[in-house]
């Protein structure tokens, strides 16, 4: 990605169930890539339970939810202090018809206008047992980061969801495993989503803690790349 050679530029963090994580990973991706100086955009795709704005201490008075309705623009793009290449968009109001409003074609729109704006897109979204706005935004976001808890998520939701995605035309570029505090990052043949060498993150995000900041808890990664035949579904490595 720093080189600019990466093809998938709107990333969709998905996962089958609640409490797998993708808040915590796409955040901590979001972070990591607007510290290697490229614009970053994190989108809040959840317009049922969104919690992004909650992490970054903003307010949720505009957001996805507005952009898709047309009754809002650039009021819903919240800067982060601290991190000068970070925007965030919240899932603003709670929508009553968050299915019908992601269904409009306002929304590949509007994530072509992001991906023409920002270097990296990172768009968090609800777990797919929950609703199927997840498959939707994958859809169109064609790059996807699949997210397992050890010992918690269940292999065959994993494997339905892998084969659903790919079957609307997205590319799972990488599968992520939580277990507990820590993190490991796998990789397709694609390449590594964050660099070759595992760098010090100075500012991460506590999944417990309801904002972030240079005290929160370490995000420890563990592997940043592991080699993968092209083709090989990432489930497998999970």
Do not use: Y
């Amino acid at each position: 990605l720093s080189q600019g050679d990466f093809s998938h530029k709107t990333i969709a963090v998905i996962s089958p169930e609640r409490g797998d994580g993708r808040t915590f990973v796409a955040a901590n991706l979001a972070v990591a890539f607007s510290q290697t100086g490229l614009r970053t955009l994190l989108l809040d795709g959840d317009l049922r339970n969104g919690r992004i704005h909650q992490l970054f201490g903003l307010r949720n008075t505009s957001g996805l939810s507005a952009l898709l309705s047309g009754r809002a623009f650039d009021s819903s793009v919240n800067q982060v202090q601290g991190l000068r290449d970070l925007s965030v968009i919240s899932m603003g109001g709670e929508a009553p018809n968050p299915g019908d409003l992601l269904a409009r074609e306002t929304l590949p729109a509007l994530l072509h206008s992001f991906a023409n704006t920002f270097d990296v897109v990172i768009i968090d979204t609800p777990a797919t047992e929950v609703a199927p706005d997840a498959k939707l935004i994958a859809s169109h976001a064609k790059g996807c980061v699949l997210v397992a808890r050890k010992d918690v998520t269940r292999l065959d939701g994993l494997q339905r969801l892998s084969r659903d995605v790919r079957e609307l035309g997205a590319t799972i570029i990488g599968t992520v495993l939580l277990v507990f505090g820590l993190v490991a990052l796998f990789v397709g043949a694609c390449g590594p989503l964050v660099g070759d060498e595992v760098q010090p993150m100075e500012w991460r995000l506590d999944p417990a803690a309801g904002a972030p900041g240079p005290e929160a808890t370490e995000l420890h990664i563990l592997a940043m790349e592991v080699e993968c035949a092209s083709g090989a579904s990432p489930v497998g490595r999970t």
